[in-house]
């Protein structure tokens, strides 16, 4: 028959452009949302995680420096710099998972996972538990993972490496602060 022999002819370019604009644009926003929710979980469960081991050890805390309005503005500080390093961490992963890197780089997810546990131990150790020197091992075993998982980053994202700097440095203070408290 006559339709058989018809061939399919694609519309001219200018008609293509406008009617894949509005889906393109649709498929670019959605996109964007499930960046953003994946971003906003990537920052939230670390700086949750140590919102609950600052509470853990928080009674302690705030029982040793309540004497002190110095202390009091010391441990307020060590608050909001962990929360904030934790947030960072979680930045810095969300960059290196947006690229891949969790699927390619076989060290990187463990090393992730053994910082976050290093992070949530040290407080409630050095604070609850009041083990300086415990506290004082997992404190410099959290600088050499942290150290490692940057340079497992750097391979992936090397921004999501830099961001791991700032915590390099909380984490040479924590150390610091430790010792004078051994």
Request: with cysteine; aromatic share 8%; net charge positive.
């Amino acid at each position: 028959m006559a339709s058989e022999t018809l061939k399919h002819r694609p519309p001219p370019k200018d008609e293509l452009a406008t009617a894949t604009a509005g889906s393109t644009k649709d498929q670019k926003l959605a996109l964007a949302r499930r960046g953003l929710r994946s971003l906003a979980v990537a920052v939230a469960i670390p700086t949750v995680a140590t919102a609950a081991s600052i509470s853990v050890a928080g009674t302690s805390i705030s029982a040793a420096v309540a004497a002190s309005p110095s202390g009091t503005r010391l441990m307020w500080a060590f608050h909001v710099g962990s929360l904030l390093m934790s947030g960072l961490l979680g930045l810095s992963a969300w960059l290196v998972w947006a690229k891949g890197g969790f699927h390619g780089r076989s060290e990187a997810l463990p090393l992730y996972l053994a910082e976050l546990v290093m992070e949530l131990l040290w407080a409630p150790l050095l604070f609850g538990s009041r083990s300086a020197w415990p506290a004082m091992a997992v404190c410099a075993a959290h600088f050499v993972v942290l150290f490692l998982l940057a340079q497992s980053f750097r391979h992936v994202n090397p921004v999501a490496a830099d961001l791991i700097k700032p915590y390099l440095a909380w984490v040479s203070f924590l150390a610091v602060v430790n010792y004078l408290l051994l």
